[in-house]
């Protein structure tokens, strides 16, 4: 089993990119999607409800704008708060994640061959599961084309500029200490992202072989 992290900031691209690569035959593990289970599991949310209140809540069920609000942003709550909720969610998300990778590497052990596992985690070094990869994927991204992106989904400046600054916390500046790091440029069109995936994809598949 060989395991990718994508590295990239929000609108980077990450999601396409785990897609490209799943096209290919990777499995994805995609952490939203974990996050999202953790957040209707009654603990989590008992946990939550007593941090941050029932304003959070819609119903019995918990509205992540209205959380995502309290926790991204650079006012100093707001940073406690992140952290609060990464403290609250990391571990379940990490529990879930491991359980995947154990199932997987267990099928590699019975002979159906070597996976490409890609990791598509918003704030993977952050979060620290990049000490779990075998290879990192860098995306680089045009700040201009990311903003327009996330203008296209929505976003408006104050968000962005929130997620980035979560993103910027705890996040190195030098890379050269970690696993081996690849980069890919998200740029351009998706036609030019394809053709730097086919290539990786060639290089870890014969890695792996």
């Not at 953790?38 to 949310?45: G, I």
């Not at 990869?133 to 296209?152: F, G, P, T």
């Not at 976003?155 to 980035?164: D, G, I, K, P």
Request: glycine share 6%; with cysteine.
């Amino acid at each position: 089993m060989t395991i990718v992290g994508l590295i990239g900031k929000i609108g980077a691209g990450k999601t396409t990119v785990a897609n490209l690569f799943r096209q290919h035959g990777a499995v994805v593990i995609d952490a939203d999607a974990l996050t999202h289970d953790a957040l209707t599991d009654q603990r989590v949310q008992e946990q939550i409800r007593t941090r941050f209140g029932a304003s959070v809540f819609m119903g019995n069920e918990i509205d992540r704008s209205r959380l995502a609000e309290c926790v991204f942003g650079d006012q100093p709550e707001q940073k406690n708060a992140l952290k609060d909720l990464e403290g609250i969610i990391h571990p379940r998300v990490r529990k879930s994640l491991e359980e995947r990778l154990e199932v997987i590497a267990q099928r590699d052990d019975q002979g159906s061959g070597k996976t490409v596992v890609v990791l598509d985690v918003p704030l993977l070094v952050q979060a620290g599961f990049h000490t779990r990869c075998d290879r990192l994927i860098r995306l680089e991204c045009e700040d201009s084309v990311r903003h327009r992106r996330l203008a296209v989904r929505g976003l408006s400046t104050e968000q962005v500029a929130a997620r980035e600054e979560a993103w910027s916390q705890g996040f190195p500046d030098d890379l050269s200490s970690f696993r081996p790091v690849s980069t890919v440029d998200t740029s351009v069109d998706i036609a030019y992202t394809e053709n730097q995936i086919e290539k990786l994809w060639e290089e870890l598949t014969h890695d792996s072989s």
